[in-house]
Structures are given as structure tokens and as C-alpha cells.
Nanobody
Framework: QVQLVESGGGLVQAGGSLRLSCSAS????????MGWFRQAPGKEREFVAA????????YYTESVKGRFTISRDNAKNTVYLQMNRLKDEDTAVYYC?????????????????????WGQGTQVTVSS
């Protein structure tokens, strides 16, 4: 059974930092892109960041560029999201996801339908 388990969420003041982790089990994701999405109350789930299977390409939604950094440790089958200079609008449940496209390097990583494995989510709350 494939599982993605996020951790690292919590309550942080605006301007602070958090590091989210997503540990995968049941299958290696070394040959698949990994992504982070988030969903705020009353809003649709949105793309945050992704890293290609080769770890060469990283992709971010505009609002987090320069503040968030995605990384992966294939030996640990784990992906991370370092979040700095957090803002109120970053408050959401954050989900990691595993891409269904093996060896994909097409540059499109922001579509929910391209991910077939999802974690349960971790809450990030930023207070001002």
C-alpha cells in the first residue's frame, strides 16, 4: 500500500519559517516528480511547488517564489518544503503528491489530475 505522510506543520508567526516533510512508503518515487499543493478554507486546492524526478527542475507558484524551496532525498523517499517569510495568506492545509507520469520532464506540474498519490495533509497556520 502506497502512503505519503506529511509532517512539520504548525502555528507560526508571520515572517517565520517552517519545514514540511513528506515521507513515502510502499513505492519508490525516485522516477516521479513530487509536488506540494495547499488548500485554504473555502478555496480550491492549488499548486505550490514541484520537483522533477531528476531533481533538476523545480517549479513554484508565483506567490511563493523566493520564499519556498522544494527539495527531495531519494535515498529516504522523502520530499521537503522549506517555507520562509511566511505570510497570513500561506495559511492552509498542505498536501504532498506523487506524479503518475514516470520520467516526465515536460514542465507542467501544476495540475491536480497529474498526481495519483496524496498525503493526508498537514495544517500550516500563520498568525499576524
Amino acid at each position: 500500500q502506497v502512503q505519503l505522510v506529511e509532517s512539520g506543520g504548525g502555528l507560526v508567526q508571520a515572517g517565520g519559517s517552517l519545514r514540511l516533510s513528506c515521507s513515502a512508503s510502499g513505492r519508490s518515487f525516485n522516477n516521479y516528480a513530487m509536488g506540494w499543493f495547499r488548500q485554504a478554507p473555502g478555496k480550491e486546492r492549488e499548486f505550490v511547488a514541484a520537483m522533477s524526478w531528476s531533481a533538476v527542475g523545480t517549479y513554484y507558484t508565483e506567490s511563493v517564489k523566493g520564499r519556498f524551496t522544494i527539495s527531495r532525498d531519494n535515498a529516504k523517499n522523502t520530499v521537503y518544503l522549506q517555507m520562509n517569510r511566511l505570510k497570513d495568506e500561506d495559511t492552509a492545509v498542505y498536501y504532498c503528491a506523487g506524479d503518475r507520469r514516470i520520467y516526465y520532464n515536460g514542465g507542467v506540474f501544476d495540475r491536480i489530475e497529474d498526481y495519483d498519490y496524496w498525503g493526508q495533509g498537514t495544517q500550516v497556520t500563520v498568525s499576524s
